[in-house]
């Protein structure tokens, strides 16, 4: 019997976030499970995305996208008061302004997640792969 491990991947530049904006395009994110907790600086979603990895579609992993070192947060075109609303991520960007980096998660129908942080400090970690 084959052992199924779970991945933990840690983005620490632009190059690493790509790896990871990669893995989860087309993610499902029920909006109740954003969290952005300002006194610790973090930034949380759980998501449930395909299991690219083995280019298997039937495949979905639950996993927590976590960024870390964030001073502030700002969106655009997404009613926060709708909490059971699904959103798709489509990509995750990052640009270099200065001293300080802009991480912009852009979903469909134009949702758009600003993330402001000196360093970029991501982990993108399995909790479950459904439909072993």
Do not use: P
Not at 22 to 50: G, H, P, V, Y
């Amino acid at each position: 019997m084959a052992e199924k491990f779970l991945k933990k991947i840690i983005a620490q530049n632009q190059d690493d976030l790509r790896v990871i904006s990669a893995l989860c395009s087309e993610a499902k994110i029920k909006q109740s499970e954003i969290k952005f907790l300002k006194d610790n600086k973090i930034f949380l979603l759980s998501l449930e995305r395909d299991n690219k990895e083995k280019g298997n579609r039937k495949d979905k992993i639950n996993s927590i996208l976590k960024f870390e070192f964030i001073e502030s947060s700002k969106s655009k075109n997404i009613d926060q008061n709708s909490k059971d609303y699904v959103l798709e991520l489509l990509a995750i960007e990052s640009y270099k302004k200065e001293n300080n980096n802009e991480i912009v998660l852009l979903f469909s129908n134009n949702g758009i997640i600003n993330l402001f942080c000196e360093i970029i400090e991501c982990t993108l970690e399995d909790v479950k792969v459904e439909n072993d």
